[in-house]
């Protein structure tokens, strides 16, 4: 039974700092894609960040680049989002997702539940 499960949001000022972690069971995840989305009340789900399974290769959005890292952690089956000046408008849920094949599209295999994630002014 695949199972994506996300956790470390929660409520933070602006200008702070969270880490989002997403563990994984159920299939290959050092074989996989594995991609952090996020999706704001009212809004469309948007891609925020992923990374390859082959060579840690990492991708961003225009909104969170310079801002985000994501990383990996095969050993543990987990990846990481770590978030740094956080914006009121990164005010989201964050969703973890994979896929075997990391091409910039948005159709995943496997998707979390969500982490809340809220910024304050």
């Known amino acids: 039974q695949v199972q994506l499960v996300e956790s470390g949001g929660g409520l933070v000022q602006a200008g702070g700092s969270l880490r989002l972690s997403c563990a994984a069971s159920?299939?290959?995840?050092?074989?996989?894609?594995m991609g952090w989305f996020r999706q704001a009340p009212g809004k469309e789900r948007e891609f925020v960040a992923r990374?390859?399974?082959?060579?840690?290769?990492?991708y961003y959005s225009e909104p969170v680049k310079g801002r985000f890292t994501i990383s990996r952690d095969n050993a543990v089956n987990t990846v990481y989002l770590q978030m740094n000046s956080l914006k009121p408008e990164d005010t989201a849920v964050y969703y973890c997702?994979?896929?075997?094949?990391?091409?910039?599209?948005?159709?995943?295999?496997?998707w979390g539940q969500g982490t809340q994630v809220t910024v304050s002014s």
């Open positions: 990374i390859t399974w082959s060579d840690f290769s990492t």
């Open positions: 159920g299939f290959t995840f050092s074989a996989y894609c």
């Open positions: 997702a994979a896929k075997t094949y990391c091409d910039p599209g948005v159709f995943y295999d496997y």
